[in-house]
């Protein structure tokens, strides 16, 4: 089993950057599927992208030369690099873990981009 936690979020003003953090436990880490994904308030929730155990990574269309996501697994750690920040990038972000297990959650992390 995986348990993870979003961490990072914040205000930021458009055009700013952030930097969101997924901490995970557990020892399938490293062979796991990283996806982000957002859901702003009254919308469904959004996938932004992934990076594989390979760190191969794959990015949504709305984000895509704007955020960055990279792991490092001697550290359990995905991370979410967020520039350019538009007030359309306001949502709550989520990680998760794709493994033979299961796919586990993290909480989710606020992140507001102001006009």
């Known amino acids: 089993q995986v348990q993870l936690a979003e961490s990072g979020g914040g205000l930021v003003q458009a055009g700013g950057s952030l930097t969101l953090s997924c901490a995970a436990s557990?020892?399938?880490?490293?062979?796991?599927?990283i996806d982000w994904y957002r859901q702003a308030p009254g919308k469904q929730r959004e996938w932004v992208g992934n990076?594989?155990?390979?760190?191969?990574?794959v990015y949504s269309n709305s984000v895509r030369g704007r955020f960055t996501i990279s792991r490092d697994n001697s550290k359990n750690m995905a991370y979410l690099q967020m520039n350019s920040l538009k007030t359309e990038d306001t949502a709550v972000y989520y990680c998760?873990?794709?493994?033979?297990?299961?796919?586990?959650w993290g909480q989710g992390t606020q992140v507001t981009v102001s006009s």
């Open positions: 557990g020892s399938s880490f490293s062979l796991s599927v």
């Open positions: 998760s873990a794709s493994t033979s297990r299961g796919t586990f």
């Open positions: 990076i594989g155990s390979d760190a191969y990574t």
